[in-house]
């Protein structure tokens, strides 16, 4: 199954609080997984990105945590700012004659001043 | 700085017209991708390329062709553009590397289909 499931759609946080998105995939051959963050008007960039032999990877304000049993794989971003406010996608990568990305549908951030 | 550069950022067309939506990136990768985001659908993949004169159907190819005549530049086509076509359309590259590279997407072309 070539699907990557995000959640939630949009989230509304405080100033100062932790932002969580969850994603979930069921092929096992997905071997990269990166999160991409937009703002209005702007391509996707990557945030940060994780692959399956590591459970945990920060950057900063961003973790990932990853669960390869559970087939999911989250977002947090620690001390919420408004700068921050934008839509973030999870993605998985496959090889399939190249690397192929999966997008998730994407969740809109908002953080409140 | 890296780049991907799509030739339009806001497109206005009539139905039925054929419509280019041109891409150039900078950094000499293999991998050439073709994207539409919808609210609510994600990024959905129409078309990719591995290496020039190659390509592959995405997800979504109906309605699409794409061109790739040198590495660095990469097209997409709507042979009779319809409304159901109104949509962000965005291009990345990657690198053809092992477990997964980085993918960096140009700014997007939002075109509209009256």
């Known amino acids: 199954q070539q699907q990557v499931k995000q959640s939630p759609q949009s989230l509304i946080v405080q100033k100062g609080g932790i932002s969580i998105i969850n994603c979930a995939y069921e092929n096992t051959a997905f071997d990269y997984f990166p999160w991409y963050q937009q703002f209005p008007g702007k391509g996707p960039a990557l945030l940060i990105a994780?692959?399956?032999?590591?459970s945990e990877k920060k950057e900063g304000r961003f973790t990932i945590s990853f669960n390869k049993s559970a087939k999911q794989f989250s977002l947090h971003i620690m001390d919420s700012q408004p700068g921050d406010s934008a839509t973030y996608f999870c993605a998985a990568t496959f090889y399939s004659g190249t690397y192929k990305y999966i997008f998730g549908t994407g969740t809109r951030l908002k953080v409140l001043a | 700085d890296v780049k991907v550069t799509q030739s339009s950022r806001y497109l206005v067309k009539r139905t039925g017209e054929k419509v280019f939506l041109e891409c150039v990136q900078d950094m000499d990768h293999e991998n050439m991708f073709w994207y539409r985001q919808d609210p609510g659908l994600g990024l959905r993949l129409i078309y990719f390329?591995?290496?020039?004169?190659?390509?592959e159907k995405g997800d979504i190819p109906e309605g699409y062709s794409v061109s790739r005549e040198k590495k660095e530049r990469f097209s997409l086509i709507l042979e009779s553009a319809s409304t159901n076509q109104t949509s962000m359309y965005l291009c990345?590259?990657?690198?053809?590397?092992?477990?997964?590279?980085?993918?960096?997407f140009g700014q997007g072309t939002r075109l509209t289909v009256v």
């Open positions: 994780i692959r399956p032999d590591v």
């Open positions: 390329s591995y290496d020039v004169k190659m390509k």
């Open positions: 990345a590259s990657s690198l053809l590397g092992q477990g997964g590279t980085e993918a960096f």
